[in-house]
């Protein structure tokens, strides 16, 4: 079984910066697909980033050029560096596993961490 917590969330002005950890434990070789989701108030939870354990990367339109995934496999964790922030990226952000890019998409498969809250505002 996999575990996931994620911090690091916070207030930060717009144009500003902040970075987002997911802790990783348990059966980590089960692992194909990590990243990142976010929800804000009212919407449904949306893909942002996400790595395979391959070190592909891929973003949505929305981040790129502002976010950056990366994997820390000594840590067994993994990070988002949020750059450029603006008032749409609010949310609460949620870490997610996957054996593969099919799970990875779909809502109901994989492991998913508590989320941690990002809210830009001036």
């Known amino acids: 079984q996999v575990r996931l917590v994620e911090s690091g969330g916070g207030l930060v002005q717009p144009g500003g910066s902040l970075r987002i950890s997911c802790a990783t434990s348990?059966?980590?070789?089960?692992?194909?697909?990590m990243g990142w989701y976010r929800q804000a108030p009212g919407n449904q939870r949306d893909w942002v980033a996400l790595?395979?354990?391959?070190?592909?990367?891929n973003y949505a339109d929305s981040v790129k050029g502002r976010f950056t995934i990366s994997n820390d496999n000594a840590k067994n964790t993994l990070y988002l560096q949020m750059n450029n922030l603006k008032l749409e990226d609010t949310g609460v952000y949620y870490c997610?596993?996957?054996?593969?890019?099919?799970?990875?998409?779909?809502?109901?498969?994989?492991?998913w961490g508590q989320g941690t809250q990002v809210t830009v505002s001036s």
């Open positions: 348990g059966s980590i070789s089960s692992i194909g697909v």
């Open positions: 997610k596993a996957a054996s593969g890019l099919m799970a990875w998409h779909s809502p109901n498969i994989g492991v």
């Open positions: 790595i395979t354990n391959g070190g592909t990367t």
